[in-house]
C-alpha cells in the first residue's frame, strides 16, 4: 500500500515547505493577487456564508495520487464527536443552508452517521464526498446507499474517468471496478435515476498534468457510455481543475510537469471565475476545529484571517463574513478556464 | 536563429505570425477556430482526426498539440496509436496504390 506523504516524513508533508515552492520557485509568474487587482480586485470577501464544508477526518481507504489530503489508511487525524457538538452550534446561523462532509473518507468517522443524523435534524441540506469504494470496503458500509437516502444527502463522487485505465492509474488498482459497483448500488435504492430529489452527482479531475476539457461535453460522454457499458445514470458531472498543491505537486515536481502546469493555470486565466470562488460563499473546518477559506487553504494551514476567528470555539459569522480571504499562488487554479473549485465549472 | 529548424517553444509563437500579414493570419485562425468547434463531429472526434493527419504530415508542431489535446479529451493511448496507424496506413497505401503506376509503365515499355 501506498503511503502518505506525512507518514513518509516527505518535505511536502509541511505546509510551510509547500508554500515556498509556490510562492518562490517560478519568481517570474505574477502573483495571484496582483493578477486580480488588475481587474480591480484588491481583495477578495465572501458574498456570505451559505455552505459550511467539514473536513471530518483524514483517514481514507484510498490513497489516490492527487489527493491534496494526502489521505490515506494511515492518516489518524479523526474529528471528535465534542468538535462535531461545536459544528452542531454554528451551523444553527440560517444563512447556512448546506454542510458539506468531506474527508478522506468521512463514512469512516466512527460518528458519522450520528453526525448526520444530527445535522438533518437542523434542516440542512447534507452533501457528502463519497469516494464509492468505501461503499464495499466492509460489510457495515453496505448499506450505506439505504443511510444516504434515508437523510436525503446529495452524494457527490470522484470517477475521472469512464474507463478503468484511466481512473486506476490516479486512484488505484481495481477503483474502477468497485466504483462502478457502488454506483450501481446507489442507482438501485434510486440515486441518479429520476426526479425523486435523490441526486448523485460525479466530479472529473485530469488524471495528469492537464486541465480538464468542456465539461458539457463530458458530462455527455459520461452519461453515454455509463450507461451503455453498465446501466449507471447520475444527475451532473463537475469538471474540477486539480490544485498544486500536496499530492498533486508531488506528482507534478517528480514529473518534471511543475512550471508547465503552473504556466497552464495561468494562461488559462479567466477573471469572469473570481467571484465565484468557492471561498465567497463556504467555511472550511477542519478535524480539529480551525477554520479556513477553503479546503485547499486547509491543507496549506492557511487558516482565515484575523480579526476573523480561527476555530469553532469562537464561531462568529459576521466577523466571518468581513474577513480577507487568504490568496496565494495555488488560488490559480480555480480561476483556470471556467474555473472550478469543488463544484464544478463555474463560469462561462 | 537557432542552430536547429525545430524549436517547441516557437508552437506557442505560432499566433505572431499575424506581425507581418495580420488579416490573412485573422482570417486563418478563425477558420482554424471554426473548424474544431463542435458540428457535425465534436470537437473531440476532430481532435483525433488532427492528431493522425499531424503524424501524416509529419509536424513536430501539431503532434505535440494533438497529442496532449487528444488524451485529454479523453482517449486512451491504444486509440491514439491506432489513429497513427491509419495515418500510417493510408501513407503507405498512397505509396503502394503507385506501384500500379508502375507496373504500368514497365508492361508498356517492356517486351
Ligand atoms: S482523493 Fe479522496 S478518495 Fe482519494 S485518497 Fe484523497 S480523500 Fe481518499
Ligand atoms: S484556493 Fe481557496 S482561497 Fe484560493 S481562490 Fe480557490 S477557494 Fe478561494
Known amino acids: 500500500m501506498i503511503k502518505s506523504l506525512k507518514v513518509l516524513n516527505h518535505n511536502l508533508s509541511n505546509a510551510d515547505n509547500q508554500l515556498s515552492i509556490l510562492e518562490n520557485e517560478l519568481p517570474r509568474q ?67 443552508k448546506t454542510v458539506d462532509l468531506t474527508g478522506g473518507a468521512p ?3 466512527p460518528n458519522f452517521r450520528w453526525f448526520v443524523t444530527e445535522i438533518k435534524k437542523l434542516g440542512k441540506h447534507i452533501i457528502v464526498r463519497c469516494n464509492l469504494t468505501i461503499i464495499l470496503a466492509n460489510k457495515k458500509f453496505n448499506d450505506l446507499p439505504d443511510f444516504f437516502k434515508l437523510h436525503q ?47 448523485l452527482n460525479l466530479v472529473y479531475n485530469p488524471a495528469g498534468a492537464f486541465l480538464p476539457p468542456s465539461q458539457a461535453a463530458l458530462e455527455t460522454e459520461y452519461k453515454t457510455e455509463l450507461f451503455k457499458n453498465f446501466g449507471i445514470t447520475f444527475n451532473s458531472l ?33 477573471p469572469s471565475a473570481i467571484n465565484n470562488v468557492m471561498c465567497r460563499n463556504t467555511i472550511s473546518v477542519s478535524w480539529d476545529g480551525f477554520l479556513y477559506d477553503c479546503d485547499f487553504n486547509q491543507m496549506l494551514d492557511l487558516k482565515v484571517k484575523y480579526p476573523a476567528p480561527q476555530h469553532l ?9 468581513t474577513r480577507n480571504i487568504v490568496l496565494k499562488q495555488h488560488c490559480y487554479g480555480c480561476t483556470a478556464g471556467a474555473g472550478s473549485s469543488c463544484g464544478g465549472a463555474v463560469a462561462i | ?43 473531440k472526434e476532430k481532435s483525433l482526426i488532427a492528431l493522425a493527419v499531424a503524424h501524416a504530415v509529419q509536424c513536430p508542431y501539431c503532434i505535440d498539440a494533438y497529442s496532449a489535446d487528444a488524451y485529454e479529451k479523453g482517449y486512451s493511448q491504444q486509440q491514439m496509436m491506432e489513429a497513427v496507424h491509419v495515418a500510417a496506413a493510408i501513407k503507405g497505401g498512397a505509396v503502394l496504390v503507385h506501384g500500379v503506376q508502375m507496373m504500368n509503365k514497365v508492361k508498356e515499355i517492356a517486351m
Open chain 1, 30 to 96: 505574477t502573483a495571484f493577487r496582483n493578477k486580480i487587482a488588475a481587474f480591480g480586485y484588491t481583495a477578495l470577501q465572501p458574498s456570505g456564508i451559505e455552505v459550511f464544508q467539514i473536513n471530518i477526518g483524514k483517514m481514507c481507504n484510498q490513497v489516490c495520487k492527487h489527493c491534496h489530503v494526502d489521505a490515506g489508511p494511515d492518516r489518524k487525524e479523526i474529528m471528535t464527536i465534542e468538535t462535531m457538538q461545536l459544528c452542531l452550534v454554528a451551523i444553527q446561523n440560517p444563512t447556512i
Open chain 1, 153 to 199: 444527502v446529495e452524494v457527490v463522487s470522484s470517477l475521472p474517468s469512464f474507463t478503468a485505465q484511466r481512473t486506476d492509474s490516479q486512484r488505484g488498482d481495481g477503483v474502477f471496478n468497485d466504483s462502478i459497483k457502488a454506483l450501481q448500488m446507489l442507482n438501485a435504492v434510486g440515486y441518479g435515476v429520476a426526479n425523486n430529489g435523490l441526486i
Open chain 2, 1 to 43: 536563429m537557432a542552430n536547429h529548424y525545430y524549436n517547441s517553444e516557437d508552437l506557442g509563437k505560432f499566433g505572431n505570425i499575424g506581425e507581418y500579414q495580420k488579416p490573412l493570419a485573422d482570417k486563418f485562425f478563425d477558420y482554424y477556430g471554426e473548424v474544431f468547434k463542435n458540428g457535425a463531429l465534436t470537437e
Open chain 1, 238 to 270: 463537475f469538471a474540477i481543475t486539480n490544485m498544486p498543491i500536496s499530492r498533486y505537486l508531488d506528482y507534478l515536481l517528480v514529473s518534471g510537469n511543475y512550471q508547465k502546469y503552473m504556466d497552464k493555470l495561468i494562461a488559462a486565466f479567466n
Open chain 1, 107 to 109: 463514512e469512516l468517522n
Open chain 1, 313 to 321: 470555539s469562537e464561531f462568529n459569522i459576521q466577523l466571518l463574513n
